[in-house]
């Protein structure tokens, strides 16, 4: 199965670039930067929207969905649910799943997901490389990456077709 990811080596060294929106890239300074990323995407998220995020161990994907929460008017913290899978908040309908231990996506289906995918809440997938098959087409998909200076990260975002005007609202 082909990746959703797309990378433009056309992309230059910007804030915020953006050429024909398969792929926006984003570089954030601090941890506080990726919490702010993550609220803007939170304020134009909508239930049944399905948020993927992949990246190593420390790039800022929990950080990213607590901004997320922020965003949807969630003032708790939000903790990666690694060991239970699936977290959900249900003041704000975020349906937080961790897929880090799962070795397939028949495991995210067998943990429940299919419930919270049909609609009624917002779904945020950390290591959602791992389960692909059990998500949806039309999802946002985040890569969070490294960058060579100590405390930025590179977070890449392909928009599916639900997401692509909202995208462009973020990087405008």
Known sequence: MKSPR?????????KWVCSDLAVLKVFTKS????LNLGERV?????????????????????????????GLG????????????ISLIPEIKLCHVD????DAAEALI???????LEGDWI?????????????????????FSFSDADSERIIRFA???GWVERIRTLSG
């Open 6 to 14: 797309q990378e433009n080596p056309k992309l230059s060294q910007s």
């Open 31 to 34: 941890p506080e930067e990726t």
């Open 42 to 70: 939170g304020s134009v998220s909508k239930l049944g929207d399905v948020i993927c995020l992949e990246g190593d161990l420390g790039t800022g994907k929990t950080v990213f969905v607590n901004g997320i929460a922020r």
């Open 74 to 85: 969630f003032a708790g913290p939000i903790r990666s649910p690694t060991f239970i899978i």
């Open 99 to 102: 897929a880090y231990r799962l």
């Open 110 to 116: 067998s943990a429940g997901i299919d419930e919270f």
């Open 123 to 143: 779904c945020v997938i950390e290591w959602a490389e791992k389960v692909i098959e059990a998500l949806p087409a039309d999802r946002l998909w985040v890569k």
């Open 159 to 161: 928009p599916g077709a």
